[in-house]
Each structure stands twice: as structure tokens, then as C-alpha cells.
T-cell receptor
Framework: DVKVTQSSRYLVKRTGEKVFLECVQD?????MFWYRQDPGLGLRLIYF???????EKGDIPEGYSVSREKKERFSLILESASTNQTSMYLC????????????FGPGTRLTVT | GQNIDQPTEMTATEGAIVQINCTYQ??????LFWYQQHAGEAPTFLSY????GLEEKGRFSSFLSRSKGYSYLLLKELQMKDSASYLC?????????????FGTGTLLAVQP
């Protein structure tokens, strides 16, 4: 079974702090994705990566950056957290070899106070 | 841009059948996913349609008409555990990889 894990289920940070959200997948998938999920807005793509050290902006990249130094790990960075970044963050991966199916991690509920 | 529309909420009775619709702009989309998401949990895969027609998987079936930009998820013999959000997502060609564009989800409440 594909397993996608995220470093924390719940996180509380202060405004202005630098926040790292980590995601690891164990199926040697090429593609990895970061989404945020908010009521009424659904899942929105922040960034994605199709290879090590490669990244592309999604629909809402402002205020975020990412890092993919190893194939299995994709990190989301909030350089200076703000209250409007309070959200559920979901990581996903897909094989990228003719398969579009994305496998999701359990999510990190981030609260910025 | 690409938009995916689905109803916000639906209510159905245990044992009944419910159909959740999803419409989308046809340009750019190759196929359609349905995911189930229970409260506080990750979305899990239900179905993927890339060809027109109906795909049946046990109590769940999914239909796609690419020319009409229309899909539905049909849930039969509803159980209380089917109470969840159902997410429709289109697959989009482009760039170095293929992305999913999600609708806002339909929250289904199954009542006794």
C-alpha cells in the first residue's frame, strides 16, 4: 500500500514564525503536491514537484515555498506565517507514469495565532 | 479557467440511492476522479473515468460524459458510514506533470 505521511497532525504557530511542513512517501512516486483545504473553497493547489529539485507553482503559491531535495520528501515552507494561512494542509503523491491517481497524507491542521 | 461545480450539501436516507452530480468545462480535462473524504481525514480514491459511460464498483458507480462535461457518482444501499464529503476532480494535461483540479466537494449526510 502507498503510504504518505506528514510530520504533524496539528500545529500551532505564531504570526511571523517560519513554519516547515514535511511530507514523505514510500512508493518512489515522481510527483508530489501540496494543497490547502478550506471550507467552501475545496482543495487548492499550492505547489507541486515532478522530480527532485523541480517545482512548479500551483494556483495559490503566494506566501509559500517548497523544497524537494530527495525523491521521497517534499517540504512546504511558510516563510513568515500569517493568520490567513490557518488551514488544513494536505500532501499528495502520484506515480506520474500514466497514472493520475493521487494518494493523500492525513493532513496537518495548522493554526496561526 | 477550468471550473468544476458540484452541489454543496445533500441529505439522503439509509438504504436509499443518491446521485451526486459534477459538471465541468470540457476544455483541457482528460478524465474525472471521485474521492471520498470523512471529516478530519485524507481523501481516498473511489473511481476514475476516462471513457464515457458507467463504471460500477460494488455499491458505488460513476458515470462520465466528456462531450457534455458531466459526471455523477451513484451510491446505492446507503449506509451511515457513507456520510462524508465527495470530491469531484478533473485531470488536466499540462507542463511536466498532470494535475487534478478539485471541486469544492459535496457533503452527504445519511440519516436513519
Amino acid at each position: 500500500d502507498v503510504k504518505v505521511t506528514q510530520s504533524s497532525r496539528y500545529l500551532v504557530k505564531r504570526t511571523g514564525e517560519k513554519v516547515f511542513l514535511e511530507c514523505v512517501q514510500d512508493m518512489d512516486h515522481e510527483n508530489m503536491f501540496w494543497y490547502r483545504q478550506d471550507p467552501g473553497l475545496g482543495l487548492r493547489l499550492i505547489y507541486f514537484s515532478y522530480d527532485v529539485k523541480m517545482k512548479e507553482k500551483g494556483d495559490i503559491p503566494e506566501g509559500y515555498s517548497v523544497s524537494r531535495e530527495k525523491k521521497e520528501r517534499f517540504s512546504l515552507i511558510l516563510e513568515s506565517a500569517s493568520t490567513n494561512q490557518t488551514s488544513m494542509y494536505l500532501c499528495a503523491s502520484s506515480s506520474g507514469q500514466g497514472s493520475y491517481e493521487q494518494y493523500f497524507g492525513p493532513g496537518t491542521r495548522l493554526t496561526v495565532t | 479557467g477550468q471550473n468544476i461545480d458540484q452541489p454543496t450539501e445533500m441529505t439522503a436516507t439509509e438504504g436509499a440511492i443518491v446521485q451526486i452530480n459534477c459538471t465541468y468545462q470540457t476544455s483541457g480535462f482528460n478524465g474525472l476522479f471521485w474521492y471520498q473524504q470523512h471529516a478530519g481525514e485524507a481523501p481516498t480514491f473511489l473511481s476514475y473515468n476516462v471513457l464515457d459511460g458507467l463504471e460500477e464498483k460494488g455499491r458505488f458507480s460513476s458515470f462520465l460524459s466528456r462531450s457534455k462535461g458531466y459526471s455523477y457518482l451513484l451510491l446505492k444501499e446507503l449506509q451511515m458510514k457513507d456520510s462524508a464529503s465527495y470530491l469531484c476532480a478533473g485531470t488536466l494535461y499540462g507542463g511536466a506533470t498532470n494535475k487534478l483540479i478539485f471541486g469544492t466537494g459535496t457533503l452527504l449526510a445519511v440519516q436513519p
